[in-house]
């Protein structure tokens, strides 16, 4: 019974807390959709990074890789060089942190970790630049490319 209740009322809690997402204008369809194919590419690009490179690596590689790359981006606008120790030190890390495995390494696969944490990068830019007030109808929208089909 209470299966039945969530899916009957489901619907409706969706339709009341979205806010119409569907009457949004073209600056919230705009970000939507470059967040929702940020999103997807995201997604697949995790799959295809652990099927080639260790999972711990991927792993640290997505919530460490795009931070520092914002880092370094911002140093390298800054013009301080001395700065980029840091986001060495912090690369440096996670390298001696990752365990070794046998056989070859695939190169392929630290190239989609670095499309990872480049698209990483896009989507927390993207989400900053969205208003508070539109946040809602735009998650939703941007959920479309995403969902299981």
Do not use: H
């Not at 919530?63 to 986001?87: F, K, Q």
């Amino acid at each position: 019974m209470s299966t039945q209740r969530s899916v009957g009322f489901a619907p409706l809690l969706i339709k009341y807390s979205t806010g119409r997402p569907l009457r949004a204008g073209w600056p919230v369809w705009r970000s939507a959709l470059i967040l929702g194919l940020g999103l997807t590419v995201g997604f697949i690009s995790f799959q295809y990074a652990i099927r080639m490179l260790p999972f711990g690596l991927v792993l640290t590689a997505f919530y460490v890789g795009g931070p520092m790359l914002l880092v370094t981006i911002e140093i390298l606008r800054s013009r301080r060089w001395r700065d980029l120790a840091w986001p060495a030190a912090g690369f440096s890390g996670v390298i001696v942190l990752t365990p070794s495995w046998e056989g070859e390494i695939n190169y392929w696969g630290f190239v989609v970790v670095a499309v990872l944490a480049t698209n990483f990068l896009v989507v927390m830019k993207m989400m900053s630049s969205i208003k508070r007030s539109e946040i809602t109808a735009c998650m939703t929208l941007a959920r479309i490319p995403t969902s299981n089909w």
